[in-house]
């Protein structure tokens, strides 16, 4: 009896094991785009940059379709006439996908050269709250582009005007409507707007930078409009695999000072945690006359940091030191949360700029954090 | 002590136990396979939406042709427009497998989208270098299908040519039958360089869809397009469920017929067990325990079997869901554990049901017993009155509640009522084939039978039962066929019907058909939706064509007076059913020219689609495209014939190849071959309910067999020659299946005349004229179920023969 009884058990086992194998739902697995594998890789096709050339305004206010990664990107601080205070992004990047050569030639009114992505954002400092739309668009049908007078997606748009730009995006739950008027000349960073960031021939990238605009126009939250006035930075940028092996992430400061000075850093971080020795900077002084600041002529130093919903710690208050400008500065931000949790994770948040000594209030600017979530996760693994 | 009791009793009788097992199984396996079948029908319609875009998103369709690009960009550069993501379905064919090929954006919006689903990963896998066929990310159900390998290359047919395309693995599980690709590509690699067919939007973009969306597109929530599948396949699905609830109760009689006769061969132990001081409740126990054990096991395989079976089944309604809803079903079902929970719990139910009658009879042996009571006869208590009743409440029921389900359920009760009457009628039957038998040893075989009334009534009733169900359903198949041929037959007036590829025929090649010189007149038609979805057909007919309607409701020459002078529509059996339609009703359509009224004039036979149509006069349509048409039919000049016709078209268009033509006949026999693959299906379960008979009828006959063993020794010890003993009970066997085979033919005709006058009609709209039943199935069912019965009655002939009769005669 025994020996029938184990055999039953066994049928019914195995056959019990097979309808619960058979009613378990597969797995499903996502997760955010990791920016910084999409900056340091690249097809061949792509054009490198390997070194400085002229650059001609306006044409190269437009798309460079040869180059892998490129950005325009606006970042600012911004006031209404009772004081009230937000902050703003709004970031078109493009994603080549091929080179003319390289691509296959497709039969179809979607085929195109490149994915654009606008990242639109309005932090509401008063009441801590980071407003963001992400958008994407294929670069066919006449969704995205940019020539030398407009970048848009969609209905999202940047014109080029006289004395600037003018922003127009709405998100519906939030607007922006700017004009941007440069007060300083353009900067161009590393060597003529060759900014070298690794060892190898073509981790660089062609950088220049507005790093003061005039902000005149309206803020919409929640059907709600202030009049606003404030300071804005633009930062254009585009390459082929600009960031070299081993590179983690970034940490990045547009810093707008009181006296009429701008500082720019930035520290590429490697997967030690050390900044890597392509880290660089710039001092633009009042009348635009610019130093660039090498590896080794500032420092950064994390502060304290914030831990998002996924218990990734991110430096979101730093203390920056550029002994040659004398400056040694306590950055803070204005509210923790300025995290951008959609395709593309990172941190990019106003902040407050004061003497790291006294506290006492030196200007304003931008923080951009990147790196952070895809590090944690190499970490878990 | 009892396990052991019952495991001793059941290892000396493996046959008997494996019958009751195998009954419980194959009920419960079909009712397992329908059930996963329905969920399939019901979830899978359009889960590959649900996969790209999650549970909350919307659809946006086109009510016309489709979307096109500029349409898409306008829609998108509109402000707050939310992230659409452009869709193309592209119909496939591997060999006879349909596939889709959805192409979508997948690297702008659908990032957004599809943030939560099993294809965000993918996206970057989906981009074409160039080198090699365009990727396509295909799902693990869907590579076993094809046979094939993440990595392989595949060669699809779609509507513009062959393409190859390089397989991706994907994780995606809905999107069973359906290939990913990017939509660039995919309309590259199908030559279909503009086609839109759909645009998906975030659940959240309701209210702008609702406020900004142009009055030519559709939005619906993926919740909403669940619920008209549900509607759409609810006859489908009430009528496989019918059948598998037919199927379990005629596994169930199995069960029961086993049981009651192996409780037959118990009743001296159980006597031996009563004496030697065992309770009745330690006996009950015992029993119970035992269809437990036995109702959990049969269930158990069962639901292995069932989820095969869906399998095998969803292959067969593959194509007919295709051609019918216009939708892909999954490659395999998706069974929960909570499905498979409640379905053990039904069938283990329903096992623990029937052996409680069996229980209370074992209860009612005295102690002591040790020989087996001669069976009283049977007495007369099923009265007509008991029979009756359950008949009368179907039919009230199936006559006052217009709905499927009271069809159902009254045809369950009639079924019910009858099963009551059978073994009444059945042994009458015997008797009377006893008399024509005459006094020999067959008759006096057959006469013996009565002695095991009670034993063999539930066993008779339940083969009868099944028996009759497989051939109704067969009947109403192949009448329901008949119909369609002749309604096809006498549609189809025109000697040739021409239409274009991809297009509808323009206002200059509609002229030029009708003035070829071997045309004599021409029929026009063509279909459009409505905005509320309503199927609208504008013919210009000829007079031959008009003998092609057959007028269920509304006089034919009225009809086509009012018809011709705009006064009015007719509309189709399956939308007059479904909106309660009737001659002289007013029915409001929502035309390009804004919305108009018209009489309905009649309602005329169709079978093209269950959610109907209306037909109008084309003259009644206006607009800029209201003169392009979808077909022409080609009426040949007194005198003339096919061959001139083509030669004609061949002369005048026949280099642009643009046109086709196909003639009646063959769309008669493509119309057939439809029908046959949509009720494959009904085949399939008419089979496995044929099946489960076949297998009650063996376990019946087999039990009996066994248990009139001692009385065949002792024939034999009286002097019959095991010769003799052989036809004694070949003539029984056969004498039983030919009465339960003979009682099914009037019930198989009962069930085929409810399936086709009133179920058919309820599920889908159509009804079929109530002509003599085809007795196709009788001729197959009858001589299968004798060829059965007389060999279930030589196994347990043989092995009386073989055994010395003493032997025989000693065992329990």
């Known amino acids: 009896m025994r020996r029938d009884l184990l055999i039953v058990m066994l049928l019914v086992a195995l056959a019990a094991t097979w309808l619960v194998l058979r009613s378990d739902p597969p797995e ?85 050269d490149a994915v654009w992505m606008a990242h639109l954002a309005v932090s509401d400092i008063e009441n801590r709250r980071f407003l963001n739309r992400e958008r ?122 009181d006296d009429g000075r701008d500082l720019m850093l930035y520290r590429l971080r ?87 000594d006294s506290e006492i209030p030196l200007g304003r600017g931008y923080l951009e954090l990147s790196g952070y979530s895809a590090a944690s996760a190499r970490g878990r693994r | 002590m009892r396990a052991r009791l019952s495991h001793g009793f059941f290892r000396r009788h493996p046959g008997q136990w494996l019958l009751a097992l195998v009954g419980i199984a194959a009920g419960m396996a079909v009712v397992t396979g329908v059930a996963l079948l329905r969920g399939a029908l019901v979830d899978s319609l359009d889960a590959a939406a649900d996969e790209l875009a999650g549970r909350d998103s919307i659809v946006v369709r086109p009510l016309g042709e489709s979307i096109s690009p500029e349409r898409f960009a306008e829609l998108a550069r509109l402000p707050g427009a939310p992230d659409w993501v452009p869709v193309v379905r592209i119909p496939v064919r591997v060999g006879d497998v349909q596939l889709e090929v959805i192409g979508l954006d997948g690297f702008s919006a ?33 590579a076993a299908l094809l046979g094939v390998e993440p990595g392989e290359t595949l060669t699809l047919e779609g509507p513009n040519g062959p393409a190859d395309l390089a397989l991706v693995g994907t994780r995606g599980a809905g999107l069973d039958r359906r290939l990913v690709m990017d939509i660039a590509v995919a309309q590259h690699a199908f030559d279909l360089p503009t086609a839109i067919s759909e645009l998906l939007a975030p659940g959240s973009a309701a209210a702008w869809i609702e406020r900004n969306l142009p009055a030519d597109l559709q939005a619906r929530t993926l919740d909403q397009q669940r619920a008209s599948a549900r509607e759409l396949t609810a006859g489908l699905r009430a009528n496989l469920t019918a059948m598998s609830l037919l199927a379990l109760a005629t596994g169930l009689f199995v069960v029961y017929s086993v049981l009651s006769f192996l409780m037959v061969q118990r009743r001296r132990s159980f006597g031996v067990l009563r004496a030697i001081g065992l309770t009745p409740g330690d006996l009950a126990r015992m029993l119970a325990q035992e269809g437990l ?67 209370r009879e074992a209860l009612r042996v005295p102690p002591g017993r040790l020989v087996r009571a001669a069976e009283a006869p049977a007495p007369d208590r099923v009265g007509w009155a008991l029979a009756g009743l359950p008949v009368a409440l179907g039919l009230a029921w199936l006559a006052l509640d217009p709905g499927l389900i009271a069809a159902l359920g009254g045809l369950f009760l009639v079924l019910a009522g009858l099963a009551t009457l059978i073994p009444r009628t059945g042994f009458g039957l015997l008797a009377v084939l006893a008399r024509l038998a005459g006094g020999g040893l067959t008759g006096r075989a057959i006469r013996l039978l009565g002695g095991s009334r009670r034993r063999l009534a539930p066993a008779l009733s339940a083969l009868s ?144 689609s269950d959610a109907g149509f209306v037909a109008i006069d084309a003259d009644q349509l206006t607009g800029p495209d209201a003169r392009e048409v979808d077909s022409v039919g080609l009426y040949a000049t007194p005198g003339g014939d096919r061959a001139a016709l083509e030669a004609d078209l061949r002369a005048a268009f026949g280099a642009a190849g643009e046109l086709q033509w196909i003639g009646p006949a063959e769309i008669r026999d493509q119309s057939l071959s439809v029908f046959d693959r949509t009720f494959r299906i009904s085949w399939a379960m008419a089979v496995l309910v044929g099946g489960i008979a076949l297998v009650a009828l063996v376990s019946a006959l087999l039990a009996h067999g066994f ?15 095991p010769a003799a003993l052989f036809r004694l009970v070949v003539a029984q ?39 003599l039943p085809p007795l196709g199935p009788v001729v197959v069912v009858v001589p299968l179920a004798l060829l059965l019965g007389a060999l279930a009655g030589l196994i347990p002939a043989a092995r009386i023969g073989r055994r010395a009769p003493v032997s025989a005669l000693r065992a329990g």
Do not use: C
Request: no cysteine; charged share 20%.
């Open chain 2, 465 to 608: 039962l099944a028996l009759a169900l497989a051939m109704g359903m067969g009947m109403m198949i192949l009448g329901f066929r008949a119909s369609v041929d002749d309604w096809v037959q006498r549609l189809l007036q025109a000697d040739l019907y021409v239409s274009a590829t991809e297009r509808r025929l323009t206002v200059d090649e509609v002229d030029r058909l009708a003035a070829l010189d071997a045309v004599a007149a021409i029929s026009t038609v063509s279909v459009q939706r409505l905005a509320d979805q309503t199927r609208l057909t504008a013919y210009r007919l000829p007079d031959a064509a008009w003998s092609g309607f057959e007028w269920l409701a509304g006089d034919p020459e009225r009809v086509r007076a009012g018809f011709v002078a705009g006064r009015g529509v007719a509309v189709s059996e399956p939308l007059a059913r479904a909106r309660g339609l009737a001659p002289g009703d007013l029915l409001e359509l929502p035309l390009a020219g804004g919305p108009r009224r018209f009489e309905v004039l009649g309602v005329f036979r169709d079978y093209s």
């Open chain 1, 136 to 257: 994407f668009a294929r670069g066919a049908l006449g969704l995205a582009g940019a020539t030398a007078d407009r970048w848009w997606l969609r209905d999202w748009t940047v014109t080029r005007t006289e004395a600037g730009w003018r922003l127009n995006a709405d998100a519906g739950e939030f607007a922006l409507d700017l004009a941007l008027d440069a007060v300083k000349p353009v900067v161009l960073q590393g060597d003529r707007g060759y900014s070298q960031k690794g060892p190898a021939a073509g981790n660089a990238s062609r950088y220049y930078t507005y790093s003061r605009l005039a902000a005149d126009g309206r803020v919409r939250i929640d059907g709600r409009a202030y009049a606003v006035e404030g300071t804005a930075w633009l930062d254009r940028e585009w390459g082929s695999s600009q960031l070299g092996p081993g590179i983690e992430g970034w940490d990045w400061f547009a810093l707008q000072l």
């Open chain 2, 110 to 142: 659908v990032r957004d989208v599809t943030a939560d689903s099993a294809l965000a990963g993918d996206a970057d896998r989906l981009e074409w270098t160039g080198d090699g066929p365009p990727p396509a990310a295909i799902g693990r159900e869907t």
């Open chain 2, 707 to 721: 248990e009139r063993a001692r009385e065949y020794a002792t024939l034999r010890a009286l002097g019959l020659s």
């Open chain 2, 733 to 771: 066997t056969l004498a039983l299946t030919l009465a339960a085979a003979l009682l099914a033919v009037p019930i198989a005709v009962v069930v085929h005349y409810a399936l086709a006058l009133f179920i058919q009609p309820r599920a889908f709209g159509w009804s079929v004229p109530a002509g």
């Open chain 1, 270 to 356: 490697t997967e030690a945690g050390e900044a890597s020795p392509f880290s660089a900077g710039a001092l633009v002084q009042s009348d635009g006359a610019t130093t660039i600041l090498g590896r080794d002529e500032f420092s950064l130093e994390p502060v304290r940091r914030w831990r998002d919903p996924d218990g990734v710690d991110w430096p979101v208050a730093w203390r920056a030191r550029v002994p040659s400008a004398g400056l040694d500065l306590s950055i803070v931000p204005t509210f923790d949360d300025q995290q951008w949790r959609t395709g593309v994770r990172y941190w990019e948040g106003a902040i407050d700029v004061r003497a790291s």
């Open chain 2, 293 to 359: 054990v036995l109702g959990a096991l049969g269930t158990l395989a069962g639901l292995v079997v069932g989820t095969l079976l869906a399998d095998l089944l969803l292959a067969l309604i593959a194509d007919p869901v295709r051609s019918i809803y216009g939708q892909l079903a999954l490659a395999r079902t998706a069974p929960s554990l909570g499905l498979y929970g409640t379905l053990f719990g039904l069938g283990v139910l329903a096992a623990t049901a029937v052996t409680l009658p069996v229980v």
């Open chain 1, 28 to 112: 499903v697995v996502s997760g955010p785009l990791d920016t910084t594998a999409l900056l340091a890789e690249a097809p061949e096709a792509f054009e490198r940059i390997t070194g400085p050339r002229p650059l001609d305004f306006p044409a190269d206010h437009a798309a460079h379709p040869g180059y892998r990664s490129e950005w325009w990107y606006f970042t600012g601080n911004l006031f209404d006439r009772d004081g009230r205070r937000f902050g703003m992004q709004f970031t078109l990047f493009r994603f080549g996908l091929g080179t003319e050569a390289s691509r296959p030639s497709l039969d179809s009114v979607f085929a195109a």
